[in-house]
């Protein structure tokens, strides 16, 4: 209580005096999606992030930053009363029109593609260039350029593996994913690359007809080590949930591309060498 | 020829489930391979039994409301099964059979609530059930049950919540031989129940007052026909979601042909609704493999066009 006293003074007390116009970079920024607030912290623009997403759990100094709830649509009214010189905005339907009311109102919107591997780098060159940082996004850019540029993994050697986003339907992951890039990135084989679509549906039969030799899911912190329909009988039809061959890995770290795709892609590297 | 033609159709519909699938098994392995013995195979018959249950629940439904319009869904069942399911989620309630339990439990409790309101709008000799009241009340509960389950999923945190609508309009991936035996022993009860007020139906469609001078006890036809379909129709959302067009078309479909006597109807409505989703799953599966269609689109796909046509040349004949 006092930590956030003390936070709200402080927020307070860096307050320009009001009326005079912006000049120079954006002091008060408020980030509407998990990877952007990555980025702006990990280019030394975190102290001016002064509201976040609800999602936006990384990294933890990123908590002590108030949230303004769901950053999709955002709500607009709780994003106007951090008293904002920029938000940032993930670049999708909703949250055009959350923009053009923004900047009804005077507030300075941007939005910025991030879908996929070899959208970071830009992104990040966006946000450095914004905020003042442009050096040292330049560096972050450079990096997370490539990670995008790996060579594809052969298809008779590579492992094999399979998304499962969720069970009943079967929705997988495709070729249109960032999380299909971080798997080849990571030197495995996604064997829905064939399908086009971020996700999609299929069934069961054709996951069992495929046999990947992993099925890779998404998980909260608080998840168990399998997930539920590991014990349904209809998926022991598919070779790696009968032995047991799954990857858990962490949603905050694997759902979204951000500064610390690297990382996610060393650690899937790490699992699948086991 | 009728009966013929529809028990080839039904084999056939069956047939073409357990041979065709999206996964290339030549014909001499089929009765070898794993994925048509654990997969296709249950999968097919419980896409049979449950757009059977749908037909029969539709068209005992359809006589006991007296509107050409009553599905089995209509009745509140899918908004209780959709509250129970996210409540499940919600609740981090684990366990392979969490979902399809909390989802049976949900439609059971909307069940209840819709029949005790139709039993405050009846005529008030003692416990009558309003058809009117029925139906109204169940889109009621049913409005309300997903008004609050969009809440929760509104509010809560876990990512999971929206995959939960997805389940519900999830169509017959769940299918395994558990839940084909769970369903064989559960539906023949209800089944028998209906064929059993057969005759009582047929007189219901003279309207109530004249059912009762002909000799039917009307109000406890109309509790039995409605908690036997309801019944069916919630094991059906559990074990496969929300299908909808079967308990709707079907019924309509087969008293075309049959016409309106309930002891041919409602044998007829099981076959013609088991042949019809088993049809439409493994289109589902195979037209756009390797992805999968909702199956829910494709019984509305082929339902509706069929009923307009036959629809025509019934009212033209």
Redesign the interface.
């Known amino acids: 209580m006092l930590r956030r006293l003390l936070f709200v003074v402080l927020v307070l007390a860096s307050c320009r005096p009001s009326g005079r116009p912006a000049v120079g970079p954006p002091r008060r920024i408020v980030s509407l999606l998990p990877s952007f607030t990555e980025i702006l912290f990990a280019i030394g623009a975190g102290d001016r992030v002064v509201g976040r997403t609800k999602w936006c759990d990384y990294p933890p100094a990123a908590l002590a930053v108030p949230s303004v709830g769901e950053g999709l649509p955002p709500n607009v009214e709780a994003v106007a009363a951090r008293h904002p010189d920029l938000v940032v905005l993930y670049n999708a339907g909703p949250n055009v029109t959350a923009a053009e009311q923004l900047e009804r109102i005077g507030i300075r919107t941007v939005l910025i593609d991030l879908n996929r591997l070899e959208d970071l780098g830009p992104a990040t060159r966006t946000l450095g260039r914004l905020t003042g940082f442009a050096a040292r996004a330049e560096s972050l850019a450079a990096f997370l350029d490539s990670l995008s540029h790996q060579p594809p993994p052969s298809s008779t050697t590579s492992t094999t593996l399979a998304f499962v986003v969720w069970d009943n339907p079967p929705i997988i992951i495709g070729h249109g994913s960032y999380l299909d890039e971080l798997a080849t990135a990571a030197g495995a084989r996604n064997v829905f690359r064939d399908i086009t679509a971020p996700s999609a549906q299929v069934s069961l039969e054709t996951i069992a007809a495929r046999n990947p030799q992993w099925i890779a899911v998404l998980s909260d912190s608080g998840m168990p080590s399998l997930p539920g329909f590991a014990k349904r009988r209809e998926w022991r039809a598919v070779r790696a949930v009968r032995d047991g061959h799954f990857l858990m890995v962490p949603g905050s770290l694997f759902g979204r591309p951000g500064p610390r795709s690297g990382e996610a892609i060393r650690q899937l590297r790490a699992l699948l060498a086991r | 020829m009728r009966w013929t033609l529809l028990v080839v159709v039904a084999v056939l519909a069956l047939v073409a489930s357990v041979v065709l699938?999206?996964?290339?098994v030549p014909l001499p392995e089929l009765l070898h391979s794993?994925?048509v013995w654990?997969?296709?195979a249950?999968r097919a018959l419980l896409a049979f039994l449950v757009g059977g249950s749908l037909g029969v629940a539709g068209a005992g439904l359809q006589a006991l409301v007296r509107n050409p319009l009553a599905d089995p869904f209509l009745l509140g069942l899918s908004g209780g099964a959709g509250l129970g399911a996210v409540l499940a989620i919600a609740l981090?309630l684990?366990?392979?059979w969490?979902?399809p339990i909390a989802a049976f439990v949900g439609a059971l409790a909307a069940l209840g609530l819709v029949y005790r309101l139709g039993l405050i709008g009846g005529t008030g000799r003692g416990g009558a059930l309003d058809p009117r009241i029925l139906l109204l009340g169940g889109v009621a509960i049913g409005a309300f049950a997903a008004a609050i389950t969009t809440a929760i999923v509104a509010l809560a945190?876990?990512?999971?919540l929206r995959?939960a609508f997805?389940?519900l309009w999830?169509?017959l991936?769940?299918?395994?031989?558990?839940s084909v035996l769970l369903v064989v022993l559960y539906v023949p009860i209800p089944l028998a129940v209906l064929l059993a007020a057969s005759r009582p139906l047929d007189l219901l469609a003279l309207g109530e007052e004249s059912a009762g001078y002909l000799g039917a006890d009307v109000e406890a036809v109309k509790r039995r026909v409605y908690l036997a379909a309801s019944l069916l129709t919630a094991v059906a959302v559990a074990v496969s979601g929300v299908i909808g067009f079967v308990g709707l078309v079907v019924p309509h479909l087969v008293r075309i042909t049959w016409g309106h006597r309930h002891r041919a109807l409602l044998p007829a409505a099981f076959l013609g609704g088991g042949a019809l989703l088993a049809f439409a799953d493994t289109l589902a599966?195979t037209v756009v493999?390797?992805?999968?269609?909702?199956v829910g689109v494709v019984t509305a796909l082929i339902g509706v066009p069929v009923f307009a046509l036959l629809l025509r040349r019934w009212t033209i004949a």
Do not use: M, V
């Open positions: 699938g999206p996964a290339a794993d994925i654990d997969l296709r249950p981090h684990s366990g392979p969490a979902l945190d876990a990512a999971e995959n997805l389940w999830g169509g991936s769940g299918a395994s031989w558990d599966r493999a390797p992805r999968e269609l909702p």
